[in-house]
């Protein structure tokens, strides 16, 4: 007997997680800590202008699923639209499981007007999002989904269609652009007056405030965007204060006017992998070592003003990210993700001889 309830037990919501990939050696059991400020509708300030509902699946007593819908009040005011989204799906391989969990999704959605429900998302685009289609083969990089192929039948057997694909890319230092890229780069700078500079810590809150104007008014056209407010984007980067050098995020600047921005990550996966879920005194030695033999990188993020994406200012980016990752010792890294119809994106990142090597989809449907 399957039954769907839902519930405010953040704790449990997070553990069916773990429940469904036991054993399998290519998940990355997430921090709960970081899961938890993620979903806790209390201080996360994207619940400000959204709601959450959580929902598990017990079959004979026992969690086998859960799925999260969510009504993203900023995204349809940004888009005029009737969107309702799920997010957080994790399900055995079980038909009759999953459609239990998008139905509880599907009814609290309709009866909130929604006319269409997408996903995943995790909690928005942008967060983690998408499901795994192609490239199953190796864990996931920092803050990019991982699930089993058989999540695509339970989608598709619910009813659900493509809306939209989102590729990831891998480009290593081994096989990095020649040196003409590297002369085209100066050309650039000196030709529109282009000057790249660090990510400031001193002036954290500055720099901050920078890169989420370069973020929202670069990526507005894009397709399923709503860009977030300053108090959401603060909350999703404060982090990167204490976690990410100032070499790996860049802000280019014309005519000293910030004009675009990049930020390289480590691949925290490589150390989260060993910490279980936790941070804690018996493996905080172990992590912290760990974080010093990172090898690989994630280029989670790249944005140019409209005004200024014909003078070549994301090649700048891509040549000093090969240039910062292999300063660092690193291998290379992933380019995620970018939309599968970006022409202005994805052919410059391919001239990179980087390899597109993962997709990752979103699915809706009619309600």
Not at 91 to 105: D, H, M, R, T
Not at 310 to 334: A, H, T
């Amino acid at each position: 007997m399957i039954s769907v309830k839902e519930t405010t037990n953040l704790k449990e919501f997070i553990a069916v997680q773990s429940l469904i990939y036991k054993n399998d050696s290519l998940f990355v059991k997430p921090l709960i800590k970081e899961e938890m400020k993620i979903i806790d509708a209390r201080h996360n300030p994207f619940y400000k202008n959204a709601t959450i509902k959580l929902f598990i699946a017990y079959e004979n007593s026992k969690p086998v699923g859960r799925i999260a819908a969510i009504i993203n009040k900023g995204h349809n005011r940004f888009h005029n639209d009737s969107v309702g989204f799920f997010g957080f799906f994790e399900s055995q391989n079980s038909v009759a499981i999953s459609n239990e969990l998008f139905k509880a999704a599907e009814v609290y959605l309709s009866k909130n007007s929604m006319k269409i429900m997408r996903g995943p998302v995790n909690p928005s685009m942008n967060d983690t999002c998408g499901v795994l289609v192609k490239g199953f083969f190796q864990p996931p990089v920092f803050m990019m989904p991982y699930n089993r192929k058989y999540y695509i039948d339970l989608f598709e057997s619910y009813g659900f269609k493509k809306a939209k694909d989102l590729y990831a890319f891998y480009a290593t230092t081994a096989n990095k652009p020649k040196n003409k890229l590297e002369k085209l780069s100066n050309y650039i700078q000196k030709k529109y007056k282009i000057d790249l500079r660090n990510f400031s810590r001193k002036n954290f809150d500055r720099d901050i405030e920078i890169i989420h104007h370069l973020y929202s008014k670069s990526w507005e056209g894009n397709w399923g965007f709503s860009p977030p407010t300053l108090e959401e984007f603060k909350y999703g980067t404060k982090d990167f204060k204490t976690l990410v050098p100032e070499e790996l995020v860049i802000i280019a600047e014309r005519d000293k006017k910030p004009c675009g921005f990049s930020a390289l990550i480590p691949d925290f996966n490589q150390v989260i992998k060993k910490a279980n879920g936790s941070i804690t005194p018996f493996n905080f030695i172990q992590i912290l070592s760990g974080m010093k033999k990172i090898d690989s990188y994630r280029l989670i993020t790249l944005g140019v003003l409209p005004e200024c994406r014909k003078m070549g200012v994301d090649l700048l980016f891509y040549v000093k990210s090969f240039e910062v990752v292999e300063k660092r010792k690193g291998i290379g890294g992933e380019l995620s993700w970018t939309l599968e119809d970006n022409d202005a994106i994805n052919k410059p990142i391919k001239k990179m001889n980087s390899e597109h090597y993962k997709t990752y989809r979103i699915y809706e449907k009619q309600i």
